[in-house]
């Protein structure tokens, strides 16, 4: 079912890149693999895989060197995997560009999730003048939101804040990345904005607000859109 | 007579301080003489005589013995050569004069020094009597000093008061190597010349430095500090002179007192060091013990059942529960990790808050979401109120608290029983609230269910007794407190207060 897409493995622990490749050729994907930085990139340059997924750990490269290097010309998505799981890590890996993150241990099943996710979003035209999600439609041009085709009463900010989240589906965007995208520079660090916005955006666009689907809460990191 | 040897005592020796009292002497003799001529005229020269004794007796108050000795002489000489006739030469005619001049100089003399004797004597009585009060007073103090530090201020204060000089100790380190520099006086430095002289003084016992035979060119006296036990190290004064006599011996008094009272406090700081020892080397043990039980039961599982998998087939109804354990003992694990790493932050100090706005929302959930298996036979009911405020807190410590807390409800509560979960904000006051239907506890151990590697006698097996104690520490870490009791209606009630900013959202822009 995933027989186009070819991924790519840096991870210098042989164990963990057993499994992956175990786990990951069962569900159809043709797996690359190397234990070390430079490897990494010459195969990313040379074989075009879908995806990478990164070891921040690397005996050669340090893993946010290489996502630094890679995010010149490798447009695909990446995901961190690492047991590095201190959250000045995780935001530094994905302000390097990767589009999401996994802390080892983790589970196949939530990996495998994230791997669909992030190519289908990497897929997806972003720049559609309608985005569905359910019974959520985003109308980018006329700058209306729908649900269950009733229009929903929102704020510029709560409207921009939802398109930037929205476009961004399946990526974890930390709280800095919308904080300068929706309020600009001078707002870095009220987090508490954004905590605000985002319940009241939840409490008009999620089915039940205090379990929500679409505004995903990234423990200390961000946020991200769900399907 | 009494008043004016008073007045001539407090005021005299201030008035003449400076002036030579051999010069003095002189001065007031002559004086004295002039004075009394015109009386000579009147009585005769047997009065000058009463009055020359009086002036002397008077000198030997506040002057030493030369002076006493010459002013009795010239006394003598004066009283002769103007008084007793014929004036103006020594010569006396009568022979009861002659004798009249002997006694009176020999009762000048007499008088003066046996004055100047019990004046001496009272000096020493009320100096003796001062160094006993200091002494007295220094042994009070010491007694009540507790720690090396409000010993050494005592002792400082003691020896500036009553010998004049600023002492520098130098105190051991506990396995008898000297510091170089003061526990107290930390902008002090001994040179590495001094440092040597302090060293030969710890390690000889002796006195050294300045005004002594050993090693005399430095510019400080090293006095060692005498111990019975141990030494606690050497104190080092500038001296204009080397003690000596009465001054010497309440010097010697003076260090020992203190010397006693350091060497206490050493002995007490060793005691907790050894205690300290004691505590931790069970504490080893204990984590030694369970550690091994803990890894070992999981690991027995994942390589038992994934032997099974792999060396024999099973109907797949099998292998999907071997499966399950597997996946089951991994998380142990992972919670075991977890907990010992917590631990580990917190016992090393290296918790630093990363404070941030949250939505409690978010916090539940997220708990509830990685606890949803444990929860499962559960009914988790969260309360919030409706308009529950953003918290200022480090989400991550305040995450693995949470979870913790919950993680712990679902290993005691009885299955299907409610697990409470109330979170509101109180006047700047985060509150958190989990409650349970479990066993609760007993009283003995309610009081220890904080402390590390506790664990309820009789619980489940599992666990290293590490989970209530990272939830105290991650609370504290953000000077917040956690108490528990037990619910009337049976259960534990944890109660987590945490002081927090109010939010300021007022200039939002909507």
Request: proline content about 4%; aromatic content about 10%.
């Amino acid at each position: 079912m995933n027989d186009n897409e070819t991924i790519l493995i840096i991870d210098d622990e042989l164990q963990i890149r057993r499994l992956l490749e175990i786990t990951l050729s069962a569900n159809g994907y043709k797996i690359l693999q190397t234990g070390n930085g430079k490897d990494g990139l010459i195969d990313a340059a040379t074989h075009h895989p879908s995806l990478i997924i990164l070891d921040l750990g690397l005996p050669d490269l340090d893993g946010q060197e290489i996502l630094k290097k890679l995010r010149e010309w490798f447009f695909k998505p990446v995901i961190v995997l690492s047991v590095r799981s201190s959250e000045e890590d995780i935001i530094k890996a994905l302000d390097n560009g990767a589009n999401d993150y996994l802390t080892k241990p983790f589970r196949s099943g939530e990996l495998l999730a994230r791997i669909r996710a992030a190519i289908r979003a990497g897929e997806k035209k972003n720049d559609a003048p309608v985005l569905e999600f359910g019974s959520l439609s985003i109308d980018m041009i006329n700058h209306v939101a729908r649900k269950n085709k009733e229009i929903l009463k929102l704020t510029t900010t709560e409207f921009s804040l939802l398109c930037l989240l929205a476009k961004n589906q399946g990526r974890v965007l930390t709280h800095q990345y919308i904080l300068k995208e929706v309020w600009g520079y001078g707002y870095l660090e009220q987090t508490q904005y954004l905590r605000v916005f985002v319940a009241q955006l939840r409490k008009k666009i999620e089915d039940n607000p205090s379990k929500p689907k679409l505004l995903i809460t990234e423990s200390g990191i961000g946020y991200r859109f769900g399907d | 007579m009494d008043k004016t040897k008073n007045i001539l005592k407090t005021f005299l020796p201030s008035l003449i301080s400076g002036i030579n009292p051999y010069v003095l002497s002189i001065f007031v003799i002559g004086i004295t003489a002039a004075l009394c001529t015109p009386l000579y005229n009147l009585q005769g020269y047997h009065v000058v005589s009463f009055i020359l004794l009086f002036v002397v007796s008077m000198l030997a108050t506040f002057m030493g013995i030369g002076p006493v000795f010459l002013a009795a002489t010239l006394s003598a000489l004066v009283w002769n050569f103007f008084f007793i006739p014929p004036n103006l030469t020594f010569h006396i005619d009568k022979t009861e004069d002659i004798l009249m001049f002997g006694m009176f100089f020999i009762i000048a003399l007499v008088n003066g020094v046996l004055t100047t004797k019990v004046r001496r004597q009272e000096r020493l009585a009320l100096e003796r009597e001062e160094r006993t009060n200091a002494l007295f007073q220094l042994t009070r103090e010491l007694s009540k000093a507790s720690g090396i530090e409000e010993v050494l201020a005592v002792a400082i204060e003691g020896i500036k008061n009553h010998f004049r000089t600023d002492p520098f100790f130098i105190l051991q380190d506990g396995n008898n190597i000297l510091h170089s520099s003061g526990r107290l006086q930390k902008e002090k430095k001994l040179s590495e010349k001094e440092y040597g002289v302090a060293e030969w003084v710890f390690t000889h016992s002796q006195k050294a430095g300045k005004f002594t035979d050993n090693l005399p060119s430095v510019e400080f006296t090293f006095f060692p500090l005498p111990g019975t036990r141990l030494n606690p190290g050497v104190v080092a004064v500038k001296l204009e002179k080397l003690f000596s006599g009465d001054q010497k011996a309440f010097w010697d008094t003076f260090l020992t007192q203190i010397s006693n009272a350091l060497e206490r406090e050493f002995l007490g700081e060793l005691a907790q060091k050894a205690r300290f020892l004691v505590e931790s080397d069970r504490l080893y043990k204990t984590l030694f013990n369970s550690i091994s039980h803990e890894l070992r039961i999981p690991v027995a599982t994942i390589m038992g059942a994934s032997d099974s998998l792999l060396n024999s087939t099973h109907p797949e109804n099998v292998q999907s529960a071997l499966f399950n354990e597997i996946f089951t003992a991994s998380l142990r694990l992972n919670r075991l990790i977890e907990n010992l790493l917590n631990m580990s932050r917190l016992e090393s100090g290296q918790i630093s808050l990363r404070l941030d706005w949250y939505d409690m929302n978010d916090l539940v959930n997220k708990v509830a979401e990685d606890l949803a298996d444990e929860l499962k036979p559960f009914s988790l009911v969260v309360s919030m109120p409706e308009d529950m405020p953003m918290v200022k807190i480090d989400y991550g410590l305040l995450e693995q608290a949470l979870y913790n807390l919950l993680y712990n409800a679902t290993q005691y509560a009885p299955v299907a029983s409610m697990i409470e979960l109330c979170t509101w904000c109180d006047n700047g006051t985060l509150v958190i609230q989990v409650k349970d239907s479990g066993p609760g506890f007993s009283d003995a151990a309610i009081e220890n269910v904080f402390k590390k590697f506790f664990r309820v006698d009789g619980s489940k097996t599992g666990g290293l007794g590490l989970g209530l104690s990272i939830v105290k520490g991650f609370v504290e870490a953000h000077k917040g407190t956690v108490t528990v009791e037990n619910r009337k209606i049976g259960g534990s009630e944890f109660t987590l207060k945490i002081p927090t900013e109010k939010p300021d959202i007022q200039n939002l822009q909507f």
